[in-house]
Each structure stands twice: as C-alpha cells, then as structure tokens.
C-alpha cells in the first residue's frame, strides 16, 4: 500500500474507533449548523465554542433567523469569542443565503466559498459533512499534521509551501468514507498532533510519519519568520454616575466592530465631545491585550459625571454597572468593567 494510502485508510479506521463522535456538531448534515461550528472553530478551541454555539443557536435557530436579526444581536451574541469579522460575515453569509439563495445552502465548494466568510478550507468542510462532497480541508491544525507526516519544510503560508499541501491534502482523499476521513484530519490535529507535546504514542499514522522518525515534532511545521510585533496605547474614558457606565458602540467595522466599550481619547476630550462637566477623575492600572498583529495597551480613567446627564448621541448607552461585563463587550473591556463592578461593592 503506499504512504497516502496508507496514512488515509489508518486515519479513518482509527477515528471510527477512537475519534470524537460527541461534539454538538456532530451527527447532523444540517449545513447551517456545520457551518456555524466551522466559523466559531476558526483560531478557537472546542472547548470554548460549544458554549457560544449552544446560546447562538437558541436565539438563531436557522440561517433565516440569523439574516432576520439586527447585527448588534449577534455581535452581542458573540462578544468573547475574538476575531469579530467571523461574526459580522456570519450575518452578511446569512442574508445572502436568504436573498440569494431563497434560504439554502449551495451545495459545492466553489459556490459555498463566494459566500462572504467562507474560505476554500471552510467550504470543504461544509460540503464534505453537509453534502458528501469529496473536497479536501486545510486548516492550522491539517497543516501541522500533514507537514510532520510528509517530512515538509518552509513556513505553511508560503505560496510554494501552501501550494504543495494542497495538493498533498486533494491526493489523500478516499474515494468513500469523506466525512469519516475529513473528521479523523480534525481529531488528530486536535487532539494528538499537537502543537506542542504531542501523542506521537498514541497517533494512529505514527509509523510513518517523517517527524517523528527524525525527531523533528518541535520543528516542523516551520513557523513563519517573526517580525516586531507593533504597540499601540489608547485611552479608555469610563464614565460612570455612579450606578451606570456609559459605553458607546463602535462602528461596525475595524477593532471590536459593533460591540461596545468606554469612549476612547483623553477624559478632557472626551468629555467636550458629550458637554460634559467632569468630577472626580481616577486613573486605573494600565493593562495589555494582544491581538494577533499588534498589543495594545488599555490606559483606563475612572470619571464621575452628572447622573442627569442623557446620552442622546447615537450610539451611546447608560448600562447598569453590574450588568455591563455581560452587555455584548469584548474581552478586554469585560476584564476592566468586572475590576470597576467589583472595587465599588
């Protein structure tokens, strides 16, 4: 039998055996839902998903109730999570799939990846388990299994190097079995080929795999040649009379699109942009929070204002303190609201 062949027969027996058969996702060809745990598993791990997926589709039950509701709702629904843009092409994809395609699925990859949000890798996996489709998925996790496996070198996001796995991921495909096959790639990356210490024990493919033959796990796949990583500071204004914070939600596109936050800028500024009159004023700790292209440093101040002020600018929200953490924010600002909640009890 050769290599391939013989790495994709083993996959498959081992997770019919041995892979995850209970995630929520799992055991239904229902697109939407395929689809709505492919989006939230971008760059996030399972366990922090399903309980996001759980809530998500309690109040968006199908692909029509998501196109119907107000894009605040769901970047509410999604505030945690990270990467917002999935949330906001999550709503996009869902209209369009309402408008465009009277409310279903396309069913091949090429149609599924016009679909905003929807990548080559992603519209496999959606055609592979919602339809059968016989395409091969790439993501983080393929990637690293494939490299150690094959014994490649170079940085995945190379065109050369990203070019060849493709290529490599179509000539492993089986002729039966997809959505056997497509979910044994998931589990192995996930839960054995590791990023670090993997179970190379434990992996069914082991026996032929490259890196672990050289003793090369911790070397391959090659990571992408590091460059400085830019800083950012930015002032966070948190107006409070006392009992409220006034958060202010941010344009639907860029840095935490559509959630919201403290109005940013220097209390003095902020506070001639809403004609306030400010009282006390108290600096807090200043924390960071990286993202993935830059780290940003949260300079909040704490200032007491007028409790008859009213927020009549657009976009502009009294929140209950105590509520607040919890008010569709994201996870920095949720970190700095629950320290405000918790020094004023």
């Known amino acids: 039998m050769a290599a391939q062949n013989r790495f994709t027969a083993h996959l498959i027996a081992w997770q019919k055996t041995a892979g995850r058969h209970d995630l929520p996702w799992q055991k239904t060809q229902d697109p939407y839902r395929i689809w709505l745990s492919e989006i939230m598993l971008q760059q996030t791990q399972v366990s922090t998903v399903i309980p996001y997926y759980a809530r998500f589709l309690a109040s968006f039950p199908d692909v029509l109730a998501l196109a119907a509701a107000p894009i605040e709702l769901v970047i509410e629904h999604w505030a945690g999570l990270g990467y917002y843009a999935r949330a906001r092409n999550l709503h996009r994809c869902a209209q369009q799939i309402a408008t465009v395609h009277a409310g279903k699925f396309p069913e091949t990859e090429a149609q599924l990846e016009e679909l905003p949000g929807i990548g080559r890798s992603t519209a496999a996996a959606i055609a592979a388990f919602a339809f059968g489709r016989r395409a091969a998925i790439l993501d983080g996790n393929v990637k690293r299994v494939l490299c150690r496996q094959f014994g490649i070198a170079g940085f995945p996001g190379a065109k050369a190097v990203h070019d060849r796995l493709w290529l490599l991921a179509e000539s492993l495909l089986p002729e039966n079995d997809i959505e056997v096959y497509t979910q044994g790639l998931m589990d192995l990356g996930a839960t054995l080929c590791t990023r670090s210490r993997p179970r190379c024990g434990d992996c069914p493919v082991a ?41 202010e939600r941010r344009p639907p596109s860029g840095l935490w699109g559509g959630l919201l936050v403290p109005p940013e800028g220097e209390p003095a500024a902020v506070a001639a942009r809403f004609g306030l009159a400010l009282g006390e004023t108290t600096k807090l700790p200043p924390f960071k929070h990286v993202f993935t292209h830059f780290r940003l440093t949260l300079e909040p101040v704490l200032c007491r204002i007028d409790a008859r002020f009213q927020a009549a600018e657009p976009g502009l929200e009294w929140v209950d303190i105590e509520r607040a953490a919890d008010a569709g924010v994201p996870a920095p600002i949720k970190k700095l609201i629950r320290q405000v909640a918790s020094a004023r009890g």
Do not use: I, M, N
Not at 211 to 231: I, Y
Not at 235 to 243: A, C, N, R, S, W
């Open 207 to 247: 026996d032929g795999c490259v890196a672990k033959r050289d003793g090369r796990q911790g070397e391959l796949p090659e990571a992408k040649p590091r460059a400085a990583v830019p800083e950012r500071t930015s002032t966070f204004v948190l107006l409070t009379d006392g009992q409220r914070l006034l958060l």
